[in-house]
């Protein structure tokens, strides 16, 4: 059973940044397209960034050029990185593997196995 340890989430004020780390077990890393989601209060949980094993990135509108997704695969762990940071990036931030076509809209979560999550605040 894969298992995602997310970490690195705090409050920080709008215009900071932060790291987010999601280290990984199981055998499907090395293979498998890796993403950051978010789960704001009241909305459902969304695909923010992926990247894929070979190391090509895809971002959702509202986040790009602000954070960039990064990943080690020697040591299973997916990082990001968040900068300009704003409010509207308040929530919940899980990692997961992904499948299918290799962009936001269409990629899904490999398997129903999600960690606890790393909350970020942005306020002031």
């Known amino acids: 059973q894969v298992q995602f340890v997310e970490s690195g989430g705090d409050l920080v004020q709008p215009g900071g940044s932060l790291r987010l780390s999601c280290a990984a077990s199981?055998?499907?890393?090395?293979?498998?397209?890796m993403g950051w989601y978010r789960q704001a209060p009241g909305k459902q949980r969304e695909l923010v960034v992926a990247?894929?094993?070979?190391?090509?990135?895809a971002y959702a509108g509202a986040v790009k050029g602000r954070f960039t997704i990064s990943r080690d695969n020697a040591k299973n762990t997916v990082y990001l990185q968040m900068n300009s940071l704003k409010p509207e990036d308040t929530a919940v931030y899980y990692c997961?593997?992904?499948?299918?076509?290799?962009?936001?809209?269409?990629?899904?979560?490999?398997?129903?196995?999600w960690g606890q999550g790393t909350q970020v605040t942005v306020s002031s």
């Open positions: 199981g055998n499907i890393f090395s293979i498998s397209a």
């Open positions: 997961n593997a992904l499948k299918g076509y290799f962009s936001i809209p269409t990629l899904r979560p490999r398997d129903d196995y």
């Open positions: 990247i894929t094993n070979y190391g090509s990135t």
